[in-house]
C-alpha cells in the first residue's frame, strides 16, 4: 500500500521514471543440480510399475540430512476449514515433516468468566451454556451442580433423570457432530451431511422441551426450567429406533475401510502416561487405554443407577478414538432408553422457595409467593460464602466448574475448567515427528471446540 | 435504474443479468466463529439446503468467496483477522452479521469482544437470533438476494 | 482433621504449616507459599497424577493476601480430589509453576498470568494466551472494568 507518496517527492523527480527492461538484470540464481530429477531409463521396466503405482518407493521420510535454515514456518490459522474453530497453529516444517508445532489460542475470548461476576445466579446458566457450544447442556449441568453444592440443596429425583435424559442425548448430537467434521476433515464429505442429519432429529426433541435448539439455560440451579413435554417418550422412541440403524450404515462407510484405516491408523497417538502427564480427559484418554469416566467414578445427578460401559482403545490413536465415540454413542442411547423407561414422577425442581419461583397461578393468591417472585427476578436468590469445584464428563472430558461465592447474589468468581483447554496442550506432543498432512486427521479426533478453549 | 434512453436499456439488462447471476451462486467464505457456526453448517446440511440456492459450496480461500456469513462473536484479537479476510475478497463483496454477537456484541458486553462487526466491516444484513435458527439464516441470505436482484445494493 | 484418607492423613502429617480443611465435603490444603512446590511433589508421590486445573481468585481487600491460586488435584488410582490453594500479595505476586510435575498446568498457569498479572516461576512460556498480546491490564482483577458500552440502536430496519 504505497498510496502516500508526499507531494515533495514527486515534485522532486518529476522527469526521471523508472524503467526496466526484462533480460537485462544479472540473474540473481546460478543453476545447480540441486532439486534436479532422476530421469529413468526408458527400457526400465520399473518405470512402468511406478507409473501405475504397482511399486512405490516410500522412503521420503527417511531422507538425507535437511540443513537447519531449511525449516519453514508457517501458519495454519486462526481462519481455515479444517481447524475447528478459530484455532491458530504456528507449524516448524521440514518438507513435509512437522518438527515443532504451538497451537496460539485466544480468537474466541469472550471475556465469560468476567461477565459471570456480573449476572446472578440463576442467570448464569445462560453464559456458561454458550462455552462449549456443542454441548450447552453439560455446561448448564456443571455449572447447576456446583451451585446447588453452595446452597446445599438437592433436586427431586424426576429431576435428575431429566438432566440424565438431556445430558446423554446431548452426548450423541455432540460425537455426532465429532463425527461429521472427523469424517469431512478426513475426506469422507458425506459423513457431515450424515451427522448433521441425525443431528436434526435430537435437536427437534431439544427444540420441543427447551425452545432452543442449542444454547438452551434449561438446567438452572434447582432443578430445570420446565416439564418435559407430552409425548416425549414417543420422541425419544423414534430417536432410539433410527439412530442405531443409521450407526450401522456409518460403520459400513468407515469401520473396516482401508482408505479410513490408512488414513487414521497410527496417526496422532497419544500413550497414556502422555495423558496423564498433560491432564487429557474425555474420548482421547480412553482412546489411550485409561478406563476414567467421571460417570463411574464420581457419579452426578443419579446417573450411576443406569447401567452403561466405558468403551476404551488400545493404540490412543484417531481410529480408536473414532471407535470409543462411536461406542459411547451406543452406551448412550442405552442410558435414554433406561431413563425413558423409568423416569420417576414428582417435581422437575426444589420446593425451596427462596430459590425456584413460584408457580404462576400463586402470584395471584399468595402475598409470600409475590414477594418471592420479587425478589428472586430482581435481584436473584443469595448464596452462602464458601468454594466448591464440581465436574462432569461432557463429551469432550472433564469440564470442571470452580465457583466462589461470597454470599451475594452474583458469585465472586467462576472459573470453568475446559477440557479441550487441556486436550490442546497435547497436539505439538502427537503432532512432533509426523506429517503435515496427518495435522488434520489429529486435530478433528481431539476434538477441540474453541468456545469451550477460549471462554 | 431503467432509463428511457435506447442506449441505456441494454445497460439496464446486462446490469440485471448481472445480478441474477450473482446472487444464483454466491460462495461464502467459511468465518465460522462460534455457536452460529454450528448453525451454519446445519443450513449447509442435508435438512437445511443451501445448495438449493447455489451456495454449497464454502470457499476457505476469501480470494474465490464473494459472501462473508460472519458467524459468531468476534473477539479482540480476531478483529484484525477479519479484516484482512474481508479486505482479501475481491469486489463485489457482501457480508452478513449472523447472530446476535455479530450484530451487536450480543449477551456480552465486555472488553473481549468487538460490540458488532459493523465497526470493522460494513454490513449488508443483521440476523438477529441465539443463535438464529437455519430458517432465519436463510430468510436473511434470500432477503439479500432480493435486495441485490433489485439493484438497492450497488458494488 | 480425623476422618481423612490415609493418602491424605500422611501429606497432613508430613507439613506442619499445611492446614487441611473440608469445604462442602471436599478437601482442601491451605499451603503457605513457600512450601507450593515441595507440597505438590509430596502429593504427586503419594499418588496424585493428574493436575486438573490452576486458576487464581482476587480477595482485593477483604483478605490480607490479594490473590489466591488454586490448583486441583486427581488421584485416579485412589479416586480422590484435593484442591490446594496458596496466597500472593499485591506487589509483584508470584508462585512456583506446577509445569516441571504436571507438563499439563502449562496453559492454565499462562492463562492465570494473562488474567490476573501472577507470575509462575520456572514456566517455559510465560505469555499472554487469551487476550492479544499488546493488550494492557489483567481483565480478571477486580480493578479491571468489564468494559461495556452502551449499548447502540442502529439505523437497519426489519425486513419481512
Known amino acids: 500500500m504505497t498510496d502516500e507518496r508526499t507531494a515533495e517527492e514527486t515534485a522532486e523527480s518529476p522527469d526521471t521514471v523508472d524503467l526496466w527492461v526484462a533480460g537485462t538484470e544479472e540473474s540473481q540464481f546460478s543453476p545447480t543440480e540441486e532439486g534436479a530429477q532422476e530421469i529413468a531409463r526408458d527400457d526400465s521396466g520399473r518405470r512402468l510399475d511406478e507409473q501405475f503405482g504397482r511399486v512405490v518407493d516410500d522412503d521420503y521420510v527417511f531422507d538425507d540430512e535437511i540443513a537447519e535454515d531449511e525449516r519453514m514456518i508457517i501458519n495454519m490459522g486462526p481462519q481455515h476449514p479444517s481447524t475447528h474453530g478459530v484455532l491458530r497453529l504456528q507449524l516448524e516444517l521440514e518438507g513435509e515433516i512437522i518438527r515443532r508445532s504451538k497451537p496460539i489460542i485466544g480468537y474466541l475470548h469472550t471475556g465469560m468468566e468476567k461477565t459471570a461476576e456480573q449476572l446472578n445466579f440463576s442467570q448464569g446458566g445462560t453464559n456458561v451454556t454458550r462455552m462449549d457450544y456443542l454441548a450447552p447442556f453439560h455446561n448448564e449441568l456443571g455449572y447447576s451442580l456446583a451451585v446447588e453444592r453452595l446452597l446445599g440443596i438437592e433436586v427431586p429425583p424426576r429431576a435428575a433423570a431429566m438432566r440424565v435424559l438431556l445430558t446423554e442425548l446431548n452426548r450423541v448430537s455432540s460425537h455426532l457432530v465429532a463425527l461429521a467434521t472427523n469424517g469431512m476433515d478426513v475426506g469422507a464429505i458425506s459423513m457431515m451431511l450424515y451427522g448433521f442429519r441425525e443431528r436434526e432429529s435430537i435437536l427437534a426433541f431439544f427444540e420441543k422441551t427447551t425452545g432452543l435448539r442449542m444454547n438452551h439455560n434449561f438446567i438452572r440451579p434447582g432443578g430445570l426450567a420446565a416439564d418435559l413435554p407430552v409425548g416425549w417418550k414417543d420422541d425419544v422412541a423414534a430417536i432410539l429406533e433410527d439412530i442405531p440403524a443409521r450407526l450401522a450404515q456409518y460403520d459400513d462407510l468407515l469401520k473396516d475401510n482401508p482408505i479410513w484405516i490408512l488414513r487414521t491408523r497410527g496417526v496422532g497417538v497419544i500413550s497414556a502416561e502422555e495423558a496423564i502427564a498433560y491432564g487429557i480427559t474425555g474420548p482421547p484418554l480412553r482412546a489411550a487405554g485409561v478406563k476414567w469416566d467421571l460417570r463411574k467414578e464420581f457419579p452426578y445427578s443419579g446417573i450411576e443407577k443406569y447401567e452403561f460401559e466405558v468403551p476404551i482403545g488400545t493404540q490412543g490413536d484417531v481410529y480408536d478414538r473414532y471407535r470409543v465415540r462411536v461406542d459411547e454413542i451406543h452406551e448412550s442411547l442405552k442410558i435414554v432408553e433406561q431413563v425413558m423407561d423409568s423416569m420417576p414422577k414428582g417435581d422437575y425442581r426444589v420446593d425451596d422457595r427462596k430459590v425456584t419461583p413460584p408457580p404462576r397461578a400463586r402470584i395471584d393468591e399468595s402475598m409470600e409467593a409475590l414477594i418471592h417472585h420479587f425478589k428472586l427476578f430482581t435481584e436473584g436468590f443469595k448464596v452462602p460464602a464458601g468454594e466448591t469445584y464440581v465436574a462432569v464428563e461432557s463429551p469432550r472430558g472433564e469440564l470442571g466448574f470452580y465457583v466462589v461465592s461470597d454470599g451475594e447474589a452474583k458469585p465472586y468468581r467462576m472459573h470453568t475448567r475446559g477440557p479441550s483447554f487441556a486436550n490442546l496442550q497435547a497436539l505439538p506432543i502427537t503432532m512432533a515427528d509426523s506429517l503435515m498432512a496427518d495435522t488434520v486427521a489429529t486435530i478433528a479426533s481431539m476434538d477441540p471446540v474453541m468456545g469451550d478453549v477460549d471462554r | ?155 | 482433621m480425623t476422618d481423612l484418607q490415609p493418602v491424605l492423613e500422611a501429606l497432613d502429617g508430613d507439613f506442619e504449616n499445611v492446614v487441611f480443611e473440608d469445604s462442602l465435603g471436599q478437601i482442601v490444603a491451605r499451603v503457605p507459599n513457600a512450601e507450593w512446590t515441595a507440597f505438590a511433589v509430596a502429593a504427586k508421590d503419594a499418588g496424585f497424577e493428574v493436575c486438573v486445573d490452576v486458576t487464581a481468585v482476587d480477595w482485593m481487600r477483604q483478605r490480607p493476601e490479594r490473590f489466591e491460586i488454586v490448583a486441583n488435584l486427581l488421584s485416579m488410582q485412589h479416586q480422590l480430589r484435593l484442591r490446594i490453594t496458596t496466597t500472593t500479595g499485591r506487589e509483584d505476586p508470584s508462585v512456583d509453576s506446577l509445569c516441571p510435575l504436571w507438563p499439563g498446568a502449562n496453559f492454565a498457569e499462562r492463562e492465570a498470568f494473562d488474567m490476573f498479572g501472577i507470575t509462575f516461576d520456572g514456566h517455559p512460556d510465560l505469555t499472554r494466551i487469551l487476550m492479544p498480546d499488546d493488550w494492557e491490564g489483567h481483565p480478571l482483577r477486580k480493578d479491571f472494568g468489564v468494559g461495556s458500552v452502551p449499548v447502540q440502536f442502529k439505523k437497519s430496519h426489519q425486513v419481512n
Open chain 2, 1 to 155: 435504474m431503467a432509463t428511457t434512453a435506447p442506449g441505456n436499456l441494454l445497460i439496464t439488462t446486462v446490469e440485471r443479468a448481472a445480478n441474477w447471476a450473482r446472487t444464483r451462486s454466491m460462495f461464502p467464505a467459511t468465518f465460522g466463529l462460534a455457536c452460529c457456526a454450528i448453525e451454519m453448517m446445519a443450513t449447509g446440511a442435508g435438512h437445511y439446503d443451501l445448495a438449493r440456492f447455489g451456495m454449497e459450496v464454502f470457499r476457505a480461500s476469501p480470494r474465490q468467496a464473494d459472501l462473508m456469513i460472519v458467524a459468531g462473536r468476534v473477539s479482540q484479537k480476531m478483529a484484525p483477522v477479519l479484516r484482512q479476510v474481508y479486505d482479501q475478497m475481491p469486489d463485489p463483496k457482501w457480508v452478513v452479521s449472523m447472530g446476535a454477537c455479530a450484530s451487536s456484541g450480543g449477551m456480552f458486553n465486555n472488553y473481549a469482544l468487538v460490540q458488532g462487526v459493523d465497526q470493522i466491516v460494513a454490513v449488508d444484513i443483521y440476523v438477529p437470533g441465539c443463535p438464529p435458527g437455519p430458517q432465519s439464516l436463510m430468510h436473511g441470505i434470500l432477503t439479500l438476494h432480493d435486495k441485490i436482484m433489485s439493484g438497492e445494493i450497488v458494488r
